[in-house]
């Protein structure tokens, strides 16, 4: 099949786009705004750019909670969602009043961070906190601004659960991250392969 995206033809009960790409990784954003007040929401439009430096973005459908308060503040964290923290996440993922945190809401632990203000997850095997770089109004062909918000951010600091790591290696069939798929539908990585790379 073939369908036109301005004209969305593709004759399917549900947009097939984000099935397609995938899986994604879910960032578990944490942030706390200019009063204090933390928010901790996940984001599966997230990934890492490039890794010198460390660089990572998450994009939000709407200017919400998390983009606002990294646009104040200028940090925030990136928690890494795990099999283990699945209904939590979900939870998490609830559009609830500014004023609420996502944390009471969920009863997870925030553990302080070591280089910027917002806590971390206390349960998640890994966690990486950020610095803004910048955020970014993206525009559709047309010239158009849309309701959407990259946001980009440095990476100052790297927690890991040594229980994850085996033989020098952060062992991801240890911890099982999340992946959003389309739909409804969530992933958990449990094998995995590996491939040399051709020689030149």
């Given at each position: 099949?073939?369908?036109?995206?301005?004209?969305?033809?593709?004759?399917?009960?549900?947009?097939?786009?984000?099935?397609?790409?995938?899986?994604?990784?879910?960032?578990w954003?944490?942030?706390?705004?200019?009063?204090?007040?933390?928010n901790?929401?996940?984001?599966?439009?997230?990934?890492?750019?490039?890794?010198?430096?460390?660089?990572?973005?998450?994009?939000?459908?709407?200017?919400?909670?998390?983009?606002?308060?990294?646009?104040s503040?200028?940090?925030?964290v990136?928690?890494?969602?795990?099999?283990?923290?699945?209904?939590?996440?979900?939870?998490?993922?609830?559009?609830?009043?500014?004023?609420?945190?996502?944390?009471?809401?969920?009863?997870?632990?925030?553990?302080?961070?070591?280089?910027?203000r917002?806590?971390?997850?206390?349960?998640?095997?890994?966690?990486l906190?950020?610095?803004?770089?910048?955020?970014?109004?993206?525009?559709?062909?047309?010239?158009?601004e849309?309701?959407?918000?990259v946001?980009?951010?440095?990476?100052?600091?790297?927690?890991?659960d040594?229980n994850?790591?085996?033989?020098?290696?952060?062992?991801?069939?240890?911890?099982k991250?999340?992946?959003?798929?389309?739909?409804m539908?969530?992933?958990?990585?449990e094998?995995?392969?590996?491939?040399?790379?051709?020689?030149?």
């Open positions: 099949m073939y369908y036109d995206t301005e004209k969305n033809d593709h004759g399917l009960p549900h947009n097939p786009f984000k099935a397609i790409v995938a899986p994604r990784p879910i960032g954003i944490s942030s706390q705004d200019s009063d204090g007040r933390t901790l929401a996940p984001y599966s439009f997230f990934n890492c750019v490039c890794d010198r430096p460390p660089i990572v973005l998450f994009s939000s459908s709407g200017y919400k909670d998390s983009v606002a308060n990294v646009d503040t200028g940090e925030f990136c928690n890494m969602a795990s099999w283990d923290l699945k209904d939590e996440m979900n939870l998490s993922s609830a559009a609830v009043p500014h004023e609420t945190s996502e944390f009471d809401l969920t009863g997870l632990e925030m553990a302080p961070s070591r280089l910027v917002p806590p971390r997850v206390a349960k998640a095997v890994t966690a906190e950020c610095k803004h770089l910048q955020t970014l109004q993206m525009k559709g062909l047309d010239g158009k849309a309701d959407s918000w946001v980009f951010g440095q990476v100052v600091g790297v927690h890991i040594d994850i790591i085996v033989d020098g290696r952060v062992d991801v069939t240890r911890y991250p999340l992946s959003r798929l389309g739909y539908d969530y992933a958990v990585i094998q995995v392969f590996e491939m040399g790379r051709p020689k030149s």
